[in-house]
């Protein structure tokens, strides 16, 4: 079974920057974060693939940035110029070869305005 282990999230003024780690138990073809907010479904943030090939959300182009270390399994997401609407839970998503998926637990990021 796959292991998901967030790290990162809190609470920060509107503007500001926070930076969010998963690191998996094994090696993933694709990783990636997704949010949700109180009422809404889950969406999509931003994924990377091993081969380092990434996917925006079109609401955070430009200010959120995937990387990944593929020698240590972990996903980052470094999060500039941070929105009120950004604040949701945000989850840790991974994909191994046979694209199966498995979750992180969330980890709360809120934007004070």
């Known amino acids: 079974q796959v292991q998901l282990m967030e790290s990162g999230g809190g609470l920060v003024q509107a503007g500001g920057s926070l930076r969010l780690s998963c690191a998996a138990s094994?090696?993933?073809?694709?990783m990636g974060w997704y949010r949700q907010a109180p009422g809404k479904q889950r969406e999509l943030v931003a994924t990377i693939t091993i081969g380092g090939s990434t996917n925006y959300a079109d609401s955070v182009k430009g200010r959120f940035t995937i990387s990944r270390d593929n020698a240590k399994n972990t996903v980052y997401l470094q999060m500039n110029s941070l929105k009120p609407e950004d604040t949701a839970v945000y989850y840790c998503n991974a994909e191994n070869w046979s694209l199966n998926r498995y979750w992180g637990q969330g980890t709360q990021v809120t934007v004070s305005s």
């Open positions: 094994g090696n993933m073809f694709r």
